[in-house]
Nanobody
Framework: QVQLVESGGGLVQAGGSLRLSCAAS????????MGWFRQAPGKEREFVVG????????DYADSVKGRFTISRDNAKNTVNLQMNNLKPEDTAVYLC???????????????WGQGTQVTVSS
């Protein structure tokens, strides 16, 4: 099993920045890809970004391209999400995920964290 724990959420004004982190533990050698999804109240879970173990392949949702940057530290089993120029529509619970492929469908990911709240005020 793999455990994922997110940190770094909070309240920020529009235009501000936040950095989320996700620490993996357990059978981390089985993780090929890591990523982030988000879920706003009353909405479906939405893919944000994913990255392969090597970092050579990453995929960003169009809504966050140019504003969000994912990075991965395999030695520390962590993945980070730098979020800049945040908008009120970015408000959601952000969930860390781990799996085999960088895909946008949430059912393809094997492990999930509990999530961290990000709130962007206008």
């Amino acid at each position: 099993q793999v455990q994922l724990v997110e940190s770094g959420g909070g309240l920020v004004q529009a235009g501000g920045s936040l950095r989320l982190s996700c620490a993996a533990s357990g059978r981390t050698f089985s993780i090929h890809t890591m990523g982030w999804f988000r879920q706003a109240p009353g909405k479906e879970r939405e893919f944000v970004v994913g990255i392969t173990r090597s970092g050579g392949i990453s995929d960003y949702a169009d809504s966050v391209k140019g504003r969000f940057t994912i990075s991965r530290d395999n030695a520390k089993n962590t993945v980070n999400l730098q979020m800049n120029n945040l908008k009120p529509e970015d408000t959601a619970v952000y969930l860390c995920a781990a799996g085999d492929l960088v895909v946008r469908t949430d059912w393809s990911w094997n492990y999930w964290g509990q999530g961290t709240q990000v709130t962007v005020s206008s």
